[in-house]
């Protein structure tokens, strides 16, 4: 796993910041577009969120959502699921993904294993972090920071179709995400540096309960508390 080091003190005031990433990062859905309004309440001129707040206002849902897929179900430099970095789906990363079930079961929130999605998806992990133990939440960043890295690189380097240029519109959210963090240093950098050239690790035999590709719901449940 990619630790940082734990020194790092968490800034006040993040849970509105994770909050407003998590709903924007979420599957676009009508649901999303009609709330948008609450969402930018919570980060007003946001210089990373508002830019995306007006692109999912102003855009077809058709054609949000077909861009959406294309961007994290098909890449999977994009991937959503933090543990995907670090561990790829191989046998290591199911154990990954029990630390966070423990993370949110400490904080009194239970894990519905009959959820669309794993634990470690970035909208679950802001969610829990925004509403129920932002020091959690901050902690599972930490240890997933150069995944983090990762994925904000792979969506600036994103091409845009119709020659719209470079750069996902989902960018600004995990931008936002991670200038919540303490900036990338030292093995966290080195990480960073190996993923761009290898990507995540292959896949192992025998990791059936994960898949080889990730797949995105359009909700994430984070389960009922205890």
């Known amino acids: 796993m990619f ?57 077809s849902l058709r054609d949000l959502q077909e861009e959406y897929v294309a961007t994290f179900d098909h890449t999977r430099k994009c991937a959503l699921y933090l543990t995907y970095f670090a561990y790829g789906d191989t046998r290591r990363r199911g154990v990954a993904l029990v630390q966070f079930k423990q993370a949110f079961r400490a904080a009194g929130v239970q894990w519905d294993e009959d959820a669309e999605e794993l634990p ?14 932002a020091d959690g939440a901050w902690r599972l960043l930490l240890d997933h920071r150069a995944g983090l890295e990762m994925l904000r690189l792979a969506l600036a380097g994103w091409e845009r179709s119709e020659g719209r240029g470079t750069g996902s519109p989902w960018l600004g959210a995990v931008v936002a995400v991670c200038d919540t963090l303490p900036a990338l240093q030292g093995e966290e950098a080195d990480a960073v540096r190996r993923l761009v050239e290898q990507g995540p690790p292959a ?24």
Request: glycine letters at 6%; one cysteine or more.
């Open 3 to 59: 630790r940082s080091a734990r020194s790092h003190a968490r800034p006040a005031g993040v849970e509105r910041s994770w909050a407003a990433a998590a709903a924007v990062l979420d599957y676009p859905t009508a649901e999303l577009v009609a709330s948008l309004d609450r969402v930018e309440a919570l980060v007003p001129g946001h210089a990373e969120l508002v830019p995306l707040i007006e692109h999912l206002r102003t855009t």
């Open 120 to 133: 470690d998806h970035l909208c679950a992990v802001l969610q829990f972090g925004a509403t129920v133990d």
């Open 203 to 226: 896949e192992e035999v025998g990791l059936e309960p994960y898949g080889t590709d990730p797949v995105i719901a359009t909700s994430i449940p984070i389960g009922a508390p205890q």
